[in-house]
């Protein structure tokens, strides 16, 4: 059933986003978050637009370097594609959205959770910020909304799932309830609100524009 945005951010008050740890400084320094698609362009390297990535790929932009992260969990020999997409159309429709985990203060919903025990190893930064914040800085972008982890394929009852162009809509048109919602989007770059804060390595969540001025230290594993 469709919602409001202020029903969404009443049910789920905070969103949380994974990225890996080497790009925190440049997200310090801008508080942008960018598509893949988008950092793909800027490095140059178009063969990763609709590859799947079966391991972290580092980008080189503007003299720094950007990682994104693998997505092994894409299983596609799991998903029955519909509106004649092809494999390269979903990943590269993926790549066009930057994603986020709704949650509580206390962390993301179980999928989200489930996401960040499988990249423990390898020491994500997670980043937790209000939903009325990130909804307000982003005014001019319409949020979208996902009933699945779409970048995590598997089978129902032994059947691929279907996903298609319909994978992503905006509250007026979700055909769920706001409690079914699994992930928030956005089809473009976010800007970060002031009150975006990372969970640093002694379990405190420390606001963003503190790591600008530190250096980011508090994060190293």
């Given at each position: 059933m469709p919602f409001t945005l202020s029903q969404f951010t009443h049910f789920r008050p905070y969103l949380y986003h994974v990225t890996e740890r080497s790009n925190l400084r440049r997200l310090a320094r801008s508080h942008v978050m960018e598509p893949a698609a988008e950092l793909i362009r800027r490095s140059g390297r178009h063969e990763w637009?609709?590859?799947r990535r079966t391991g972290a790929v580092p980008l080189e932009i503007d003299g720094e370097t950007v990682v994104l992260k693998d997505q092994q969990p894409l299983i596609l020999a799991n998903v029955a594609l519909t509106g004649g997409w092809t494999a390269e159309d979903f990943v590269g429709y993926l790549n066009q959205h930057v994603f986020f985990w709704p949650g509580t203060a206390t962390g993301p919903l179980k999928q989200g959770?489930?996401?960040l025990g499988r990249y423990e190893q390898t020491g994500p930064v997670v980043l937790r910020m209000r939903t009325e914040d990130i909804f307000a800085a982003n005014s001019h972008h319409a949020p979208l909304f996902s009933p699945f982890n779409s970048g995590a394929l598997r089978k129902q009852n032994g059947l691929?799932?279907?996903?298609g162009p319909d994978l992503f809509a905006p509250a007026h048109r979700f055909p769920r309830t706001a409690g079914n919602v699994v992930e928030v989007t956005f089809r473009s770059a976010v800007h970060l609100p002031g009150t975006t804060c990372v969970a640093t390595s002694n379990g405190i969540w420390t606001p963003l524009n503190e790591l600008q001025i530190e250096g980011a230290a508090a994060l190293k594993g």
């Amino acid at each position: 059933m469709p919602f409001t945005l202020s029903q969404f951010t009443h049910f789920r008050p905070y969103l949380y986003h994974v990225t890996e740890r080497s790009n925190l400084r440049r997200l310090a320094r801008s508080h942008v978050m960018e598509p893949a698609a988008e950092l793909i362009r800027r490095s140059g390297r178009h063969e990763w637009l609709q590859r799947r990535r079966t391991g972290a790929v580092p980008l080189e932009i503007d003299g720094e370097t950007v990682v994104l992260k693998d997505q092994q969990p894409l299983i596609l020999a799991n998903v029955a594609l519909t509106g004649g997409w092809t494999a390269e159309d979903f990943v590269g429709y993926l790549n066009q959205h930057v994603f986020f985990w709704p949650g509580t203060a206390t962390g993301p919903l179980k999928q989200g959770a489930r996401l960040l025990g499988r990249y423990e190893q390898t020491g994500p930064v997670v980043l937790r910020m209000r939903t009325e914040d990130i909804f307000a800085a982003n005014s001019h972008h319409a949020p979208l909304f996902s009933p699945f982890n779409s970048g995590a394929l598997r089978k129902q009852n032994g059947l691929p799932v279907a996903r298609g162009p319909d994978l992503f809509a905006p509250a007026h048109r979700f055909p769920r309830t706001a409690g079914n919602v699994v992930e928030v989007t956005f089809r473009s770059a976010v800007h970060l609100p002031g009150t975006t804060c990372v969970a640093t390595s002694n379990g405190i969540w420390t606001p963003l524009n503190e790591l600008q001025i530190e250096g980011a230290a508090a994060l190293k594993g």
